[in-house]
């Protein structure tokens, strides 16, 4: 029998090798501002290339100051992707020096995205307790952007917005890949209508059942889904309120008949059993940036799940 030569199929391995190492190195420089855009924006490169995230899921986008490595990655960036100066108004001095050099998509801006205002006023109003980075970057700003909620992302057909763009934006920057991106782009948005029908399933039997959060970012995914909060304590993530404050969280928490008060993982569990103390509230934790996750296209996806799973376990059991 004659043998075949292998000589031919391993040049041709390793020249599939060396192209695709090619494509990796030739891919744009990428920068994402957050865990969750992050997430969609590396579905989109998939193949291509990875994104860098700039702040990790641990870190809060509300008061950040950029370390000079980080400065230096939007500095050789091509694209940047950010949510907007209603979440991130440390980038906004940054990236108003790329201009010019790098493409930069604001999330918030994106055509398709819905951006709903801050809520203020009544069970939203600001308190003295309140994190100043916070209310200093979404409540007192000086145009619609700066003054929307920046939490863009928790509803799925804002993520597929996000996706279009990207893609649109590295087709742009990286035409050599454009046929790549808009492939990964509609898959990406096929796997959130997905992700879609399986929390409206999971959180329609939540409706009508009230909670409480400790900072108000959730009205995307409140509003997608029909849920029914009522209303944000705001208070400091790193002191306990003080007795006049506590008199008013738990009056609150028992007006509203709220099942549920939901903290976020910067927040010591003392202060919350403490807010909660005597209200007959169970205590349950969300999580809208990714804490702990690793970045990557699936990261958004279980960011939502477990989103989803931590107000169908607190309020599901509730009557």
Known sequence: MPRIPIFPALALATGL????????????AVVVSVLPVHSLVAGVMEGVGRPHLLLDGGASPHAYSLKPSEARQ????????????????????????????????????????????????GVWETHADEPKGHASTETHGHDAHRNADGHVWLDPANAKAIVRAAATALAAADAANGARY??????????????????????????????IVFHD??????????????????????????ARRLIELRARIRKAGAACVFIEPQFEPRIAQTVIEGTGARLGTLDPLGAGLAPGKDAYFTL??????????????SS
Request: aromatic content about 6%.
């Open 304 to 317: 939502m799940e477990k989103l989803a799973d931590s107000l169908a376990t607190c309020l599901g059991s």
């Open 182 to 211: 808009r492939a990964n782009a509609a898959a990406m948005e096929k796997r959130t209508d997905e992700l879609d029908s399986r929390l409206r399933s999971k959180l329609a039997p939540l409706a009508g059942k009230p909670y």
């Open 17 to 28: 090798l060396v192209l695709s190492r090619a494509a990796v190195a030739e891919a744009p």
């Open 74 to 121: 939007l500095a050789n960036a091509k694209v940047v992707f950010w949510v907007g100066e209603a979440l991130e108004a440390f980038l906004e001095r940054p990236l108003a020096t790329l201009s010019g050099t790098a493409r930069i998509v604001e999330a918030q801006a994106v055509p398709g995205l819905v951006s709903l205002p801050v809520r203020e006023g």
């Open 217 to 242: 970012a959730y009205q995307y995914m409140e509003r997608r889904y029909s849920l029914t909060p009522a209303g944000a304590v705001t208070v400091s993530p790193g002191r306990s309120p003080g």
